[in-house]
């Protein structure tokens, strides 16, 4: 096969890009998301909405639009501009289910191992687990770009998964410690000092996602 060197060449087609929000935009959304969440939490604590036993009542919905709001204008920005796929989907579902728990679940009254009250923790510790990573891991990955050499490790989102994981996973341990009821200062710092070792052990022996 003989190559005409006079043939125009094709460029390569490019994938299509999402353009990111700028900075501008970021601090509006930021405002939008912060006003949200006040709503949302002026609701729970002086809207007596849980009193509202029908499911369509105007204010249940108007809670319900105002906790999808603020997980979107919190998380779809992030992933848009630090390029975290899956992000938004995760923040979402975790911001909704947390603030409908805060809203709608009645609180426990007695520890973990309680029949009645283990869907109820379970419940929580999942929303939490889910709201405490999705904050955590824009930050540290925005942290891992800076504290980290190696090209590798400063962009691997599987570390930076790992890590915000990690965070989730530590507050819901404290969570389940306070329902059996042996939730101390010494407990708190146990937990902290696991998720620490095991991290490090990762970074030891896991190599960074090329």
Known sequence: ?????????????????????????LLVLAVLAGLAWAAAFALIFFGDIDRA????????????????????????????RLRLSGLA??????????????????????????????????LFAAALFWLISSAALPIIFAIGQRMFRQRARQYDLRRARRQSHAAGVAVVLCVLLAGLRILTPLGIVLVILIVIVSEFLFLAFVKAEA
Request: include cysteine; charge should be negative.
């Open 1 to 25: 096969m003989v190559i005409d060197p006079n043939r125009p060449r094709v460029a390569p087609a490019q994938e299509p890009t999402v353009d990111q929000p700028t900075m501008p935009l």
């Open 89 to 122: 989907l995760q923040g979402v579902a975790g911001t909704f289910l947390t603030l409908y728990c805060l809203a709608f679940v009645p609180a426990p009254t007695s520890w973990l191992l309680s029949l009645p009250d283990i869907p109820v923790y379970v």
């Open 53 to 80: 036993h029908d499911p369509l009542a105007t204010s249940r919905i108007i809670f319900c639009a105002l906790a999808l709001l603020a997980g979107l204008l919190t998380f779809v920005p992030l992933q848009l």
